[in-house]
């Protein structure tokens, strides 16, 4: 079967409204897309609706968000809603940053929730899944990943499940500039996988793409994106700068 490969951003809290612009307009003046990816960027909240101005006009360049309450409205100060995503063109959601659980302790459970009302808006999720060092260290790698995808993915039909993307990010590699050799990296992905089988079925499994991020450049995306279950990256510091966000595209 052959999956949707995407390539996702992350600008996490980097960039003001300035430099998201600039960004934007740096990517679009080389944009190439020579694999025909489907290219996500999500930026800062505060610069949503200027991207997706400056975007709007390109087929493959997709709007998403970095975070979102699982609540359509209400006295939630701080918060943005799923509708407000919508409303701003948002495509897709990232749910489940490790920095989300690690910082925030945002649970499984409540992750659970979010993959659910994003769905609902007819948002794409994608839910991250990964290992601390010290859990890598201590031979946890597959429980805790299975437990992320067992609770957070819990009472989700195959239909759901189909829409749905999944995001590897060894914590260990996020930032710090080490990187899962692609065979380990592949190894995670193809248990991810397996775990998503028995969730639903075989079929549902091999439709879903994951995705693969931890310090992703362009000097590694070809071998990672070379292995049969890596089908994208999710990118961090590698997409604040047009050039290696651009190097990466066109892998």
Same mark, same amino acid.
């Given at each position: 079967?052959?999956?949707k490969?995407?390539?996702?951003?992350?600008?996490?809290?980097?960039?003001?409204?300035?430099?998201?612009?600039?960004?934007? &307009?740096?990517?679009? +003046?080389?944009? $190439?897309?020579?694999?025909?990816?489907?290219?996500?960027?999500?930026?800062?909240?505060?610069?949503?609706?200027?991207?997706?101005?400056?975007?709007?006009?390109?087929?493959?360049?997709?709007?998403?968000?970095?975070?979102?309450y699982?609540?359509?409205?209400?006295?939630?100060? @701080?918060?943005?809603?799923? #509708? #407000?995503?919508?409303?701003?063109?948002?495509?897709?959601?990232?749910?489940?940053?490790?920095?989300?659980?690690?910082?925030?302790?945002?649970?499984n459970?409540?992750?659970?929730? &979010?993959?659910?009302?994003?769905l609902?808006?007819?948002?794409?999720?994608?839910?991250c899944?990964?290992?601390?060092?010290?859990?890598?260290?201590?031979?946890?790698?597959?429980?805790?990943?299975?437990?992320?995808?067992?609770?957070?993915?819990? @009472?989700?039909?195959?239909?759901?499940?189909?829409?749905?993307?999944?995001?590897?990010?060894?914590?260990?590699?996020?930032?710090?500039?080490?990187?899962?050799?692609?065979?380990? +990296?592949?190894?995670?992905?193809?248990?991810?996988?397996?775990?998503?089988?028995?969730?639903?079925?075989?079929?549902?499994?091999?439709?879903?793409?994951?995705?693969? @991020?931890?310090s992703?450049?362009?000097?590694?995306v070809?071998?990672?994106?070379?292995?049969?279950?890596?089908?994208?990256?999710?990118?961090? @510091?590698?997409?604040?700068? $047009?050039?290696?966000?651009?190097?990466?595209?066109?892998?």
């Amino acid at each position: 079967m052959v999956r949707k490969v995407i390539i996702a951003g992350n600008w996490k809290m980097f960039t003001d409204l300035d430099e998201a612009t600039q960004l934007v &307009k740096g990517l679009k +003046a080389s944009y $190439a897309n020579k694999n025909d990816v489907e290219v996500v960027i999500c930026p800062p909240f505060i610069s949503l609706a200027t991207v997706r101005e400056l975007i709007k006009t390109s087929s493959n360049l997709l709007l998403g968000a970095q975070n979102m309450y699982p609540e359509e409205k209400g006295a939630f100060t @701080g918060e943005t809603s799923p #509708m #407000m995503l919508k409303s701003v063109g948002c495509r897709y959601v990232i749910v489940g940053h490790s920095e989300r659980r690690e910082y925030f302790k945002e649970s499984n459970a409540f992750l659970n929730k &979010k993959v659910k009302v994003a769905l609902d808006y007819q948002l794409i999720p994608i839910y991250c899944v990964g290992e601390t060092l010290t859990e890598r260290e201590s031979d946890k790698t597959f429980a805790v990943i299975k437990t992320q995808l067992v609770e957070g993915l819990a @009472g989700f039909s195959a239909e759901q499940l189909k829409k749905i993307v999944i995001a590897y990010e060894p914590v260990w590699a996020i930032g710090t500039g080490k990187t899962a050799s692609p065979e380990q +990296a592949e190894a995670v992905h193809a248990f991810i996988r397996k775990e998503l089988s028995d969730l639903s079925d075989a079929k549902t499994a091999d439709s879903l793409s994951i995705l693969y @991020g931890g310090s992703v450049k362009p000097e590694n995306v070809t071998e990672l994106m070379g292995k049969e279950n890596i089908d994208g990256a999710l990118v961090g @510091g590698a997409s604040l700068k $047009a050039d290696s966000f651009l190097g990466i595209i066109n892998y």
